[in-house]
């Protein structure tokens, strides 16, 4: 996959089964506003696990770490961290 012409190189991916599932220790996770979006991928391309899809922003939360990059990039601060309930 590709992102207008840019091949997609990620330094990691999510594993399969169990391996690189947050479970419960996730503190904060994403949420996107998407009245706010432009659909820049930004985030996409700042994110150390690749858990969030270039062309339509969607976060893998299986996945996502909660390490907040994603939102401190964004150039629309449309994605904030709220705290994990568990």
């Known amino acids: 996959m590709s992102?207008?012409?840019i091949p997609k190189i990620t330094i990691s991916t999510p594993k399969e089964a169990a391996m690189g599932?947050?479970?419960?220790?996730?503190?904060?996770r994403p949420i996107?506003?998407?009245?706010?979006?432009n659909h820049c991928g930004i985030c996409?391309?700042?994110c150390p696990d690749a858990v969030i899809?270039?062309?339509t922003q969607e976060i893998?939360?299986?996945?996502?770490?909660?390490?907040g990059i994603c939102s401190n990039?964004?150039?629309?601060k449309c994605i904030t961290?709220?705290?994990?309930?568990h």
């Open 3 to 5: 992102y207008q012409g």
């Open 53 to 55: 899809d270039q062309d």
């Open 60 to 67: 893998d939360l299986t996945y996502c770490k909660g390490c």
């Open 32 to 37: 996107v506003d998407r009245s706010v979006c």
């Open 81 to 85: 961290m709220v705290r994990e309930e």
């Open 21 to 28: 599932q947050t479970g419960a220790w996730r503190t904060f």
């Open 44 to 46: 996409a391309m700042y």
């Open 73 to 76: 990039e964004c150039p629309k």
